[in-house]
Structure formats: structure tokens, C-alpha cells
């Protein structure tokens, strides 16, 4: 009997309204002039949500003139302000790009710099006038980064965040990338932040990812795949690693709210990479056909990494 050939896996999509539906209508409602849709989406989301759809719908381009022209209506709308924010800042880490800085040229540091500093001012009013506005303290997180204003300023924006989500994960990661080595920081407190976020957050929460985050960032600054290997198969960085997977995607606590497509996506890379691959299986698995790059791109085209990985993970182990 000849044997039948396995079914081909399916392509992924990195498009997160694959994954959120209300993202997608959220990006619909904007490119149509549609804000009181806008504002029927974001109040079915919790802060992390909202958070989350706000920066990518910042990636929409030609949103601007409306977002003014809501902001212009409604002064004191911190929805359409933080959406105007998100696309101003976005659109200047599009003229930066996502190299590092030393091979961006003076005048993208200019325009990129130019950008912030007008989604800065936006966000200063929203925080003046909603100091409890999540997503806009997110926000200036982000473009304290850009600005490579001190790490005590980020820090600083974050602490006021936290004093009403302490367990907002988007500016978390937001932070941990500027305590990177190459924001400036160090690798001490960047994986001290990342402990510290997973072990104060509730089980089963999907802050565990700052830990993977953090360990991945140090192991590809190191050259190569082989020195990553073997920096993340070092026994205390993997007990480090176990800890964030029973604490997250692991535990019988973990949902799939906005987020978890990001969170299950960086386990696959991490376990990937240390030769884990019934546990890299076990998180593609429960990707299905969901994708985000979650630093697939650090490694190359995200989509043909993330692709080689998967076949690989399923060739080599049993997900689990």
C-alpha cells in the first residue's frame, strides 16, 4: 500500500484581524469616517484590547485627516487623540524602519523624531486631561523610546500607567525594549523588569511572554543561531523559560484574548530555537493558521521563518 502523502500545511496569516474580527471592523469603521462604530468597538475591549487595536490601526494609512477632524470636534475624546497618536508615531517608525541606528540616516532620525514629537504633544493633552487613560500612557512609553529620552522618563510614564493596569502587557514589552542594551539599557534590568512583570501577574495571564521576550533579544544579539542556541539552552535561562510557559501559555488559566496570537507565536520561536520541538509543535498547533512575527523577523522573512519552523517543529516532535 502506498503510504498518503501528509496534508500541506496551511499558509500563515500575519494579519491580526484574522485572529480579532472586531480589529477588522474597528479598520473598516476608520477608513470609512465611521467613528461612532470606532467607539462601539473599543468599548467591548478591556485595556489590553484596546491597546492593542489602537497601535494597529495606527498602521492605516490616510486615517490622519479624519482623526484630526474628530480630535478638532471633540477636544477632550481620548479615543480618536490616542488613535491620531498611534498613527503619527507609526508613521514615523515607518521612515525609521526597524534597523538599528546606526544605519539610519540623519534625516529619517529628523522626520521619524518630527512625528513623535507631534504624536508627544497629542498624548501630553490626553494625559492632562484623562490621567487614567491606559492606552495613552502606552503610548508616550513608546515614544519615550524613539525619542531615546532617559530610561527614568520611561519608567516613569510606565509607573503611571500602572498605578491603574499593573499588568498591562503591550506597555510592558514597550518598556522592556527600552531597557534593551540598544535603547540604552542593560540586560540585567531588562530581564529583572521581565521576571519581575510575569511573577506579580495573575496565572495563566499572558505577561509570561516578557520573560521569552527578554531572553530572546539577548540570545539573537549574540551573532548567530548557534550562539542563541545555546544561550537560551543555558540551565538557568531554560528554567526561566519553563517558569513563563506553566505560568502562561501552559497553564489551564490561559485564554485567547487579544494578545495571544503575539504570546504563542514568541513561545514557538524560543522553543525553536533550543531544539524544544514538541513544545514549539504544541504552540503552532494551537496557532492553527495565526501567525504574528514576533521576532520571527529578527531571524529574516518572517513568513518563510516562521514556515521552516513550523515544518520542522512538526517534523521532529509531537505537540504537546
Same mark, same amino acid.
Given at each position: 500500500?502506498?503510504?498518503?502523502?501528509?496534508?500541506?500545511? %496551511?499558509?500563515?496569516?500575519?494579519? !491580526?484581524?484574522?485572529?480579532? !474580527?472586531?480589529?477588522?471592523?474597528?479598520?473598516? *469603521?476608520?477608513?470609512?469616517?465611521?467613528?461612532?462604530?470606532?467607539? &462601539?468597538?473599543?468599548?467591548?475591549?478591556?485595556?489590553?484590547?484596546?491597546?492593542?487595536?489602537?497601535? &494597529?490601526?495606527?498602521?492605516?494609512?490616510?486615517?490622519?485627516?479624519?482623526?484630526?477632524? =474628530?480630535?478638532?470636534?471633540?477636544?477632550?475624546?481620548?479615543?480618536?487623540?490616542?488613535?491620531?497618536?498611534?498613527?503619527? @508615531? +507609526?508613521? /514615523?517608525?515607518? @521612515?525609521?524602519?526597524?534597523?538599528?541606528?546606526?544605519?539610519?540616516?540623519?534625516? &529619517?532620525?529628523?522626520?521619524?523624531?518630527?512625528?513623535?514629537?507631534?504624536?508627544?504633544? =497629542?498624548?501630553?493633552?490626553?494625559? *492632562?486631561? $484623562?490621567?487614567?487613560?491606559?492606552? *495613552?500612557?502606552?503610548?508616550? =512609553?513608546?515614544?519615550?523610546?524613539?525619542?531615546?529620552?532617559? &530610561?527614568?522618563?520611561?519608567?516613569? +510614564?510606565?509607573?503611571?500607567?500602572?498605578? $491603574?493596569?499593573? $499588568?498591562?502587557?503591550?506597555?510592558?514589552?514597550?518598556?522592556?525594549?527600552?531597557?534593551?542594551?540598544?535603547?540604552?539599557?542593560?540586560?540585567?534590568?531588562? $530581564?529583572? #523588569?521581565?521576571?519581575?512583570?510575569? +511573577?506579580?501577574?495573575?496565572?495563566?495571564?499572558?505577561?509570561?511572554?516578557?520573560?521569552?521576550?527578554?531572553?530572546?533579544?539577548? *540570545?539573537?544579539?549574540?551573532?548567530?543561531?548557534?550562539?542563541?542556541?545555546?544561550?537560551?539552552?543555558?540551565?538557568?535561562?531554560?528554567?526561566?523559560?519553563?517558569?513563563?510557559?506553566?505560568?502562561?501559555?501552559?497553564?489551564?488559566?490561559?485564554?485567547?484574548? %487579544?494578545?495571544?496570537?503575539?504570546?504563542?507565536?514568541? #513561545?514557538?520561536?524560543?522553543?525553536?530555537?533550543? /531544539?524544544?520541538?514538541?513544545?514549539?509543535?504544541?504552540?503552532?498547533?494551537?496557532?492553527?493558521?495565526?501567525?504574528?512575527?514576533?521576532? #520571527?523577523?529578527?531571524?529574516?522573512?518572517?513568513?518563510?521563518?516562521?514556515? +521552516?519552523?513550523?515544518?520542522?517543529?512538526?517534523?521532529?516532535?509531537?505537540?504537546?
Amino acid at each position: 500500500m502506498i503510504a498518503a502523502m501528509p496534508a500541506p500545511l %496551511p499558509a500563515p496569516s500575519f494579519d !491580526p484581524a484574522t485572529a480579532y !474580527p472586531e480589529l477588522g471592523r474597528m479598520r473598516a *469603521a476608520l477608513a470609512a469616517g465611521d467613528w461612532p462604530t470606532v467607539r &462601539q468597538v473599543v468599548g467591548g475591549l478591556d485595556w489590553n484590547g484596546i491597546s492593542l487595536f489602537t497601535l &494597529q490601526c495606527g498602521e492605516l494609512e490616510g486615517t490622519e485627516p479624519f482623526l484630526r477632524s =474628530v480630535v478638532a470636534r471633540q477636544p477632550g475624546e481620548p479615543v480618536a487623540a490616542s488613535l491620531l497618536a498611534a498613527t503619527l @508615531i +507609526r508613521t /514615523g517608525w515607518r @521612515i525609521r524602519t526597524g534597523y538599528r541606528a546606526q544605519h539610519v540616516s540623519r534625516e &529619517q532620525f529628523e522626520q521619524f523624531h518630527a512625528y513623535l514629537r507631534q504624536a508627544e504633544t =497629542v498624548l501630553i493633552d490626553v494625559t *492632562a486631561r $484623562h490621567p487614567n487613560y491606559v492606552t *495613552a500612557w502606552y503610548l508616550r =512609553v513608546t515614544s519615550a523610546r524613539g525619542l531615546e529620552l532617559h &530610561q527614568s522618563e520611561a519608567r516613569r +510614564r510606565y509607573d503611571q500607567l500602572a498605578k $491603574h493596569q499593573p $499588568h498591562h502587557r503591550p506597555a510592558q514589552s514597550s518598556l522592556l525594549q527600552k531597557l534593551c542594551p540598544k535603547w540604552g539599557g542593560s540586560w540585567e534590568a531588562t $530581564h529583572g #523588569f521581565a521576571l519581575e512583570c510575569m +511573577r506579580s501577574a495573575p496565572p495563566g495571564s499572558l505577561n509570561g511572554v516578557l520573560v521569552i521576550e527578554g531572553h530572546l533579544e539577548h *540570545a539573537l544579539d549574540l551573532g548567530d543561531r548557534g550562539q542563541a542556541a545555546d544561550y537560551l539552552r543555558a540551565p538557568q535561562v531554560r528554567q526561566e523559560i519553563q517558569e513563563a510557559a506553566h505560568r502562561s501559555v501552559w497553564h489551564p488559566e490561559f485564554r485567547h484574548v %487579544p494578545g495571544w496570537v503575539s504570546v504563542r507565536s514568541t #513561545f514557538a520561536l524560543a522553543f525553536g530555537l533550543m /531544539g524544544e520541538w514538541s513544545a514549539a509543535a504544541g504552540q503552532f498547533a494551537a496557532l492553527g493558521q495565526l501567525a504574528d512575527e514576533s521576532m #520571527f523577523d529578527y531571524l529574516g522573512d518572517a513568513a518563510e521563518e516562521f514556515q +521552516r519552523m513550523r515544518a520542522e517543529a512538526y517534523a521532529k516532535g509531537s505537540p504537546r
